[in-house]
Nanobody, 116 residues
């Protein structure tokens, strides 16, 4: 059974930093790509960053140069380092995985609020 569990969200001031974690289980973590998505109130869920099995990364333009996605396969964990955060980064952040059968799996989400 696939499980994705996010943690690390919270309240952070503009310009600050936060690191999100996603611990995965129920599939072979090391050979799969994963993503971070986010959803702000009243907006559609959007892709933030992706990382392949060999650690190639891709970012939304809105976070490029500020966020860093990474993974540690031996811990079945993916991270999102969020730097220089802005109020518009406020959202629920989700870990996401697509299986080889094209099933979509989501974590429960972790709230990030950027406010002074």
């Amino acid at each position: 059974q696939v499980q994705l569990v996010e943690s690390g969200g919270g309240l952070v001031q503009p310009g600050g930093s936060l690191r999100l974690s996603c611990v995965a289980s129920g599939f072979i973590f090391s050979i799969n790509s994963l993503d971070w998505y986010r959803q702000a109130p009243g907006k559609e869920r959007e892709l933030v960053a992706s990382i392949t099995s060999d650690a190639r990364t891709n970012y939304a333009d809105s976070v490029k140069g500020r966020f860093i996605i990474s993974r540690v396969n031996r811990y079945n964990t993916m991270y999102l380092q969020m730097n220089s955060v802005k109020p518009e980064d406020t959202a629920v952040y989700y870990c996401h995985f697509v299986s080889r059968y094209r099933d979509n799996y989501w974590g429960q989400g972790t709230q990030v609020t950027v406010s002074s």
